[in-house]
């Protein structure tokens, strides 16, 4: 319905309990499936520091959200690629401008998990802004290199 809001459309679609359900059609089914691939979305604010983890997120890597939120990203980035990443991350914040594309894009790129491995992921990075432009931090979209839709060009490994 027209104006009913988020909230209303989730007590509409039987999410009373706060969850939103997927809303799709029959023809959508075995799409839905595919795109149903385990995501999570971890922000961080200007200063890299971790504002959001969900258990999906302690799903893929195994950090506790107890542990990482107020935390530097440093927990979730390889030692080999700390300085280039604060290199970027520290001009993105300081420099973007209210005309460049928020979408960063995406690429596959290990990340450090709780045990000390290395997981590959493919990530698509978004700037966030706040509503005059200016930069407040970054969102994350991660899920695994295998979720890729059939035929998708493959993404750029750093």
């Known amino acids: 319905m027209v104006g009913e809001g988020l909230a209303g459309r989730a007590e509409r679609d039987g999410a009373l ?39 999906e997120a302690e799903s893929l890597f195994g950090h506790p959200a107890n542990k990482i939120v107020g935390s530097a990203l440093d927990m979730i980035i390889p030692e080999a690629y700390r300085e280039a990443h604060w290199t970027a991350f520290r001009a993105l914040m300081s420099g973007a401008t209210a005309d460049e594309p928020s979408d960063r894009g995406a690429v596959i790129l290990p990340v450090q998990c709780h045990d ?30 295998d979720a890729a839709p059939e035929g998708a060009e493959p993404l750029p490994e750093l």
């Open 17 to 55: 309990d706060g969850g939103f359900r997927p809303v799709m059609g029959l023809a959508d089914a075995e799409e839905g499936e595919r795109l149903m691939e385990p995501f999570t979305v971890v922000v961080a604010d200007a200063e890299g520091v971790v504002r959001s983890w969900d258990t």
């Open 116 to 145: 000390g491995s290395l997981r590959p992921t493919s990530v698509r990075l978004i700037l966030l802004r706040d509503p005059w432009g200016r930069p407040v931090g970054a969102a994350a979209v991660f899920t695994s290199p």
